[in-house]
């Protein structure tokens, strides 16, 4: 009898426990809840933080979270308006606005995220089609460089100072247009992004190998004008120098110009004192021709009336 009664005891406080833990639920600081009961749901969702109590058993919690999520879009293949195909991918932050209305209408994040793959993505194509690629890569009219080569897509940037919308005004196109289907499923839109804009592989590597070959084409460019340089440089160094060495040779040849008419000066002085400097001079004169002129092994033959034998003449007359 006693131990029936134990047994009965325990039996109560396990289904205390069980109820009360089936009535109780618990709200954090990110979270809000809507109550069901037998599937309807309560008008009115628990926004606040805290300790919360429900039916046990009839009602479920059905937890949603109020922070901003994240969407994150697969890459689409796309053509534009003026027909380039390019890869696009997007992604955006959005929450939960109405919890009710999100309940009913998507239950969970999960069917939330692809209900906003449907709208988002469609949304996205639409605009893209509408515009021309220039208006997707750019967002101002800021001066590009007049180096600047995108080869294959040269010809998609041939007005680039007339950038009319832009890509921040496309994005925001997107996000207008998706809002209203958004709160439809009781989800607000905060934000939408291109994360990349890519051309079709085939493009990209026609525009690669366009980019290298104009890379390429302004390297030579460069040492042409490098090698232009050089032999200007190079002519003026001849230039000059030749310039330097004729006006070096023009000095010598006046400094010795101006040497020999002293020479000749101071000879023509000292021929002209008297007769005896004169014979002295001639003197000197013959023995220098001797010295230039005669070695011991030359053999004259001359005349003992030679001009060229005179001192001779007269040193074996002594």
């Known amino acids: 009898m006693k131990n029936t009664t134990l047994i009965f005891f325990a039996l109560i406080v396990l289904a205390g426990f069980i109820v009360i833990s089936n009535s109780a639920y618990v709200i954090n600081e990110t979270q809000q809840v809507i109550l069901t009961q037998f599937g309807k749901p309560d008008p009115n969702p628990i926004t606040e933080p805290g300790l919360h109590f429900k039916v046990p ?69 639409n605009a893209i089609t509408r515009h021309n690629l220039i208006e997707l890569i750019r967002s101002t009219n800021r001066q590009v460089s007049d180096e600047v080569d995108l080869g294959e897509g040269a010809d998609l940037i041939a007005d680039l100072a007339t950038v009319e919308i832009g890509r921040a005004k496309i994005c925001e196109e997107i996000i207008n247009a998706a809002k209203p289907k958004c709160s439809e499923l009781g989800i607000e839109l905060l934000d939408l992004r291109f994360k990349r804009i890519k051309f079709v592989d085939d493009v990209q590597q026609k525009i690669y190998e366009r980019m290298i070959t104009e890379r390429k084409r302004i390297a030579e460019k460069f040492r042409s004008e490098g090698q232009g340089e050089a032999s200007k440089i190079f002519g003026d160094k001849e230039r ?79």
């Open 240 to 318: 000059d120098l030749k310039k330097i060495q004729s006006e070096a040779y023009k000095t010598a040849e006046e400094i010795r110009g101006d040497a020999d008419a002293k020479a000749t000066a101071i000879y023509a002085a000292a021929y002209n004192r008297n007769a005896e400097s004169r014979e002295f001079y001639r003197f000197l004169k013959t023995m220098e021709t001797y010295e230039s002129t005669l070695s011991k092994d030359d053999v004259l033959i001359l005349s003992t009336k030679s001009d060229f034998f005179k001192f001779f003449d007269n040193r074996l007359g002594r």
């Open 57 to 125: 058993f009839l009602q479920k919690a059905n937890y949603f979270d109020k922070r901003f999520l994240e969407w994150d879009g697969d890459r689409n293949q796309v053509p534009t308006k003026d027909k380039r195909f390019i890869w696009i991918d997007t992604y955006a932050r959005w929450r939960v606005q109405d919890p009710l209305l999100f309940f009913q209408r998507v239950t969970n994040e999960s069917q939330a995220q692809t209900r906003l793959d449907d709208i988002l993505d469609s949304e996205t194509r």
